[in-house]
């Protein structure tokens, strides 16, 4: 009989290929584990730890997991009736919290230095997550994101895309957990103690980024041994905030690289005594927002692996700073703005980020070279790395559905030749749409968007819009039940209790 994934022909020939490697080297290289994870539907890593005969099985079966990670929303209270008919979201495939089968991609394995032990090193592989009918699961981020790609691919093109992300880098001051760390489905418990590891508001400080230099070289060393292409870490505005920035790759590698990057810094600098956060604004004193900024540009596709073709982006003329593709491109990101808001923005949290005069927009607007903007556009004639840079994001974004999402805004421009208007020199006073103040702003415009529901489904499109609205939903009743809300609009208790560990 043939396998589960030869049956069902989930695997391309390079897949295959590498998986036979794959099998090579663990036949050489003593593995205590394999972690077998995939994203959920908060961009967050979810992993089961097998041993290796069980992996090397998992490369022709896959393997089982319980579809539950996918009915929980951010603090794990459980937002679908699964064991009702139809799993509480009309679908029969859903009844009863089923399993799935996840197929491990080849190309994603790496061993993961930090976490070697006495009994063996700690593999690490993406996977992708199937009904036992070999149907690609509904509400997997990583297939929709390659649903999107796949309509790039039809017309012979590519997206590439670079990260820029900022994060806190603090101390762990608490010795052990206590029961006030521990919570409740629904009910997160208190945050770990921590205190700064440098004073902050120093932009670019070199004697404060020595503060943080032991955890920098930790990561710089790990992120070489796992094919992190990390090519700068730099001391940002507050009091541990860091960015690092990665070469542009190929969409879905980068999405990729984002999850494996969140995870496996908080991983490092824990076992250092430190601690990470990708919250966007933590509620510790004089914490700013961290921002996540996607550069983005279409290429001619190769075939070879990391190979491109010309950058569709660049300009021909001298006067202009993107191609009319770019520009049509540009002009969809501009009119979806407000719909795709939710997912570069998916927190109760991150919108304390859209501040006038800040790093941050507050509205849906373009200029050239202009860091007020929400879509700074980099360009010229014979630049290659010709580029969109959107500022709209959260760090703690899921990386397939914020990409995904450009994709499906980019190309209603490209296919209905949107003109982007003349650039914004002045951002913040702008005539453009303004960006939505909450998450169930957010989501009610998602909800009324036609092109997400077309290009996602409406089955995803309805699930994220439950799941998402039973978290704002739980916060709204925080506050009705008395929570406090600082009057200068900062973060509330309830949001360092829901993001400031998860994320």
Not at 423 to 439: G, H, M, N, V
Request: hydrophobic content about 40%; some cysteine.
């Amino acid at each position: 009989m043939p396998s589960f994934i030869e049956q069902h022909g989930l695997w391309t020939d390079d897949q295959k290929r590498r998986a036979e490697e794959l099998k090579l080297f663990l036949e050489k290289d003593k593995l205590q584990f394999v972690r077998i994870a995939w994203a959920d539907p908060h961009g967050a890593s979810r992993t089961k730890a097998v041993t290796v005969p069980a992996f090397l099985a998992a490369l022709t079966a896959g393997y089982n997991i319980n579809v539950a990670t996918t009915t929980l929303d951010s603090a794990n209270a459980r937002t679908f009736a699964s064991f009702t008919r139809g799993g509480g979201m009309g679908l029969p495939e859903m009844t009863g919290s089923p399993n799935l089968t996840i197929v491990p991609d080849p190309a994603t394995f790496r061993v993961l230095p930090w976490a070697d032990g006495k009994g063996g090193g700690v593999g690490w592989i993406l996977a992708d997550e199937y009904f036992n009918t070999g149907v690609p699961f509904h509400f997997s981020p990583r297939h929709l994101l390659r649903r999107q790609l796949a309509r790039l691919k039809e017309r012979n093109w590519a997206l590439v895309v670079g990260l820029e992300v900022e994060w806190y880098l603090m101390r762990v001051v608490q010795e052990q957990l206590g029961d006030d760390n521990i919570g409740a489905p629904g009910l997160r418990g208190a945050p770990v103690k921590t205190a700064p590891i440098e004073p902050g508001y120093s932009y670019h400080s070199e004697s404060n980024m020595d503060l943080m230099q032991p955890a920098m070289s930790a990561l710089a060393e790990a992120f070489e041994a796992i094919a992190l292409p990390l090519r700068s870490i730099e001391n940002e505005w507050g009091p541990g905030q860091v960015e690092c920035t990665f070469a542009a790759r190929d969409a879905l590698e980068a999405a990729d690289n984002m999850v494996l990057f969140r995870t496996a810094t908080k991983q490092i600098v824990r076992r250092m005594g430190c601690f990470a956060t990708f919250m966007c604004r933590p509620g510790l004193k004089s914490h700013y927002s961290s921002g996540w900024h996607l550069h983005q540009s279409l290429t001619e596709a190769k075939g070879a692996h990391h190979e491109r073709g010309q950058n569709l982006f660049m300009p021909a003329r001298a006067e202009d700073c993107l191609s009319p593709v770019g520009l049509n491109y540009l002009g969809g990101l501009l009119k979806h703005a407000v719909s795709a808001t939710v997912f570069s923005t998916p927190t109760v949290n991150g919108f304390r980020r859209f501040r006038p005069n800040s790093l941050a927009p507050d509205r849906c607007g373009w200029g050239y070279d202009h860091r007020g903007a929400m879509l700074r556009v980099l360009g010229a004639p014979g630049d290659g790395a010709s580029r969109i840079e959107n500022r709209s994001g959260e760090p703690s974004a899921n990386p397939y559905l914020f990409i995904a999402s450009q994709i499906a805004a980019g190309l209603d421009g490209i296919d209905n030749r949107l003109d982007p208007g003349p650039r914004d020199d002045e951002p913040y006073a702008a005539d453009r749409p303004l960006l939505p103040k909450s998450l169930p702003a957010a989501l009610d415009a998602l909800d009324k968007a036609p092109l997400f529901r077309k290009a996602f489904g409406d089955v995803f499109i309805d699930y994220y819009l439950k799941l998402k609205r039973n978290e704002a939903g739980r916060f709204q009743r925080w506050v009705e039940e008395g929570g406090v809300v600082p009057a200068d609009d900062g973060t509330t208790d309830w949001e360092q209790r829901e993001y400031f560990d998860f994320f």
